[in-house]
């Protein structure tokens, strides 16, 4: 992928669409407890797709908060969050209970559900938080299973970083 693909992620019913520009910063799966509560959360919802992965983790692409933008049905979104609390807000397109994305408010990325992108987006590089995996069915064949979140995850996001001058954009949807 270069600076200048455009991945563009939809709702199940086509109302709600992003546009991603340029390569994600990177694609994991996330086996912590929070994504895990959440996609069953989810999953629940009349008319949901599925969220969780067939070994129990949530597929994500990361993109810098500078390269994504809502290209239609903004009105749509609403956002959910675990507790009052929560710095992170996942995102749910309304009309067909499609979830969208997760925003971390006070990082500079933006996490978008694999599921929502094309088949030619990058596939799942590592597996995140294994030690939070729960069940007895194994991680992905052949994909590296960090416990936490391992050093080339922090260099990748700190470098995205770095190359939007430090910034930390606010999302306003």
């Not at 960090?146 to 970083?161: G, N, Q």
Request: charged share 20%.
């Amino acid at each position: 992928m270069t600076a200048k693909t455009r991945l563009s992620a939809t709702c199940t019913c086509g109302q709600v669409a992003l546009a991603a520009t340029g390569a994600p910063i990177l694609s994991a799966v996330c086996y912590c407890g929070d994504c895990r509560t959440a996609a069953r959360q989810f999953e629940a919802a009349p008319g949901a797709p599925p969220v969780l992965s067939a070994d129990g983790g949530v597929d994500y692409c990361l993109f810098r908060k500078d390269r994504v933008a809502i290209t239609s049905g903004e009105v749509h979104l609403r956002e959910h969050r675990l507790t009052e609390a929560s710095p992170t807000r996942r995102v749910v397109a309304a009309c067909c209970n499609t979830p969208m994305f997760l925003d971390f408010t006070r990082g500079h990325w933006l996490t978008i559900f694999r599921d929502r992108l094309p088949a030619s987006a990058p596939p799942v590089e590592m597996g995140l938080m294994v030690k939070q995996k729960t069940g007895d069915r194994p991680c992905r064949d052949g994909l590296p299973a960090y416990p936490a979140y391992p050093a080339k995850f922090m260099i990748r996001v700190v470098l995205a970083w770095a190359g939007m001058g430090f910034r930390r954009p606010t999302l306003t949807w």
